[in-house]
């Protein structure tokens, strides 16, 4: 049987640019969405072996749904595809569960490689990712653990949008008084008392692009 792959990214070309790719490589293609909450709506019935991921999508980025994934898929293998090789995202990446990481630079076979090796059980990090970064995450002196629920890291990613706490409700289909709880929440976690400074939060932790 071939290997099954969902593909998550928001922009339609490079979705198809994939799939082109990966159907050459006698892979199949599972399904497909635009965001990170799209797809988690479509895995408990797909159940992919592998998810492709980007990291920078609207409404849940990829590792908002790397984490989600688990829950509602635990079979799927995610694999990130990003242009983002810094420390703070391929360790946080880690700490959500991704068995890849693979830069969009570099070459597709790569991704291929990939693939194959999360389903054989193993990891996959692009050459190209520091080995102190995984160093630092196996000896757990990467990232702090994350304070946040994953609620409060979707409130956090859709504010970091710019939504208001009205729009965060329709978003999550919550009401405005529970996504302001949320929001209240986080933010008392984190220490932080305005939204501005919520914002450059939700940018540095890699949420939202700048």
Do not use: W
Request: contains cysteine.
């Amino acid at each position: 049987m071939p290997i099954r792959v969902f593909l998550v990214d928001d922009h339609a070309l490079v979705r198809q640019g994939l799939k082109a790719l990966l159907e050459r490589e006698g892979f199949q293609i599972a399904g497909e969405a635009s965001n990170g909450k799209e797809a988690l709506q479509q895995m408990p019935d797909v159940k992919p072996d592998v998810a492709i991921l980007d990291i920078s999508m609207p409404l849940l980025n990829g590792l908002g749904t790397a984490r989600e994934m688990q829950k509602c898929s635990p079979r799927t293998k995610s694999i990130i595809l990003t242009r983002h090789e810094e420390a703070p995202y391929v360790t946080e990446a880690l700490h959500a569960g991704v068995r890849g990481y693979v830069l969009k630079s570099q070459v597709a076979t790569e991704l291929v490689e990939a693939i194959r090796m999360v389903c054989r059980g193993g990891f996959y990090l692009s050459p190209h990712i520091s080995r102190a970064v995984v160093d630092a995450y196996l000896s757990k002196t990467g990232n702090a653990p994350d304070p946040l629920t994953s609620r409060e890291r979707q409130v956090l990613q859709l504010v970091g949008e710019g939504k208001s706490t009205k729009e965060v409700g329709q978003v999550l289909g919550i009401s405005a008084k529970t996504a302001e709880s949320h929001r209240a929440r986080l933010m008392r976690k984190l220490d932080i008392h305005e939204t501005a400074s919520l914002v450059r939060y939700a940018i540095r932790s890699g949420l939202v692009e700048p």
